[in-house]
């Protein structure tokens, strides 16, 4: 146990759960997006479809899709920023079964075209957990550097990806496949010690048969 789990993320109140936590998961969504976002579909779970407009989890949410961290100021000012900054929103309640009680959903448009859809949860103490990522199942928490590779589902994939990791000496603390249906699109969920060079992404990238590459730092970068 570290210091952070004892006594919390640095962060603007009130709740770690609702807040902070959620202004993790928008920022993460924001990253993996790759851009600004300039439209935001939000649908909360649980406990927070119940108390996010007393808890703030609707500011905090936006806050991280402006690409906030969790102790800015400027978290309660954040539906005043989103529209200086031409991003609208939208936020519903939703059913998800079995679902942690804090859960949303992000369905996130960017100026260029581009979007993308995540499923994530705050899991305590300004911790999160992506369950999803554009319909596929992924389980990471952001606290580590992490890449998203969706590619194709071939034989040797996973072998062909290891490797080029392995050549250029970095080391894989937690890896996951996802591909609901074989031979079809697919996702590895690779959770890396330390910091990644920009030369492996582009090697993973210029891999056959790899679709996409994401590659989130555990400090906020991409």
């Known amino acids: 146990m570290n210091v952070f789990d004892i006594i919390g993320p640095v962060m603007i109140g009130p709740s770690s759960s609702h807040t902070a936590g959620a202004v993790r998961i928008g920022r993460t969504g924001r990253m993996i997006l790759g851009e600004a976002v300039s439209r935001a579909d939000i649908g909360l ?80 103490g300004g911790n999160i957990l992506i369950k999803s990522v554009n319909g596929m199942e992924t389980e990471f928490s952001g606290e580590a550097d992490t890449l998203i590779i969706a590619h194709q589902d071939m034989p040797g994939m996973i072998a062909h990806v290891t490797s080029l990791m392995a050549d250029h000496g970095v080391n894989i603390g937690n890896f996951k496949l996802s591909r609901p249906h074989r031979g079809f699109q697919a996702v590895m969920t690779v959770e890396i010690d330390g910091a990644l060079e920009a030369a492996v992404a582009d090697g993973l990238a210029a891999l056959a048969h790899i679709g996409s590459v994401v590659y989130l730092r555990a400090n906020g970068g991409t």
């Open 45 to 124: 779970a649980g406990s927070f479809a119940q108390t996010y407009r007393g808890h703030g989890t609707d500011r905090a949410l936006i806050a991280g899709l402006l690409g906030m961290n969790s102790d800015d100021e400027r978290i309660r000012d954040s539906f005043k920023l989103a529209e200086e900054n031409l991003l609208t929103f939208s936020i519903t309640e939703v059913k998800i079964p079995r679902a942690h009680p804090n859960t949303v959903r992000l369905h996130l448009f960017g100026a260029s075209g581009k979007e993308c859809a995540l499923e994530g949860a705050s899991i305590g």
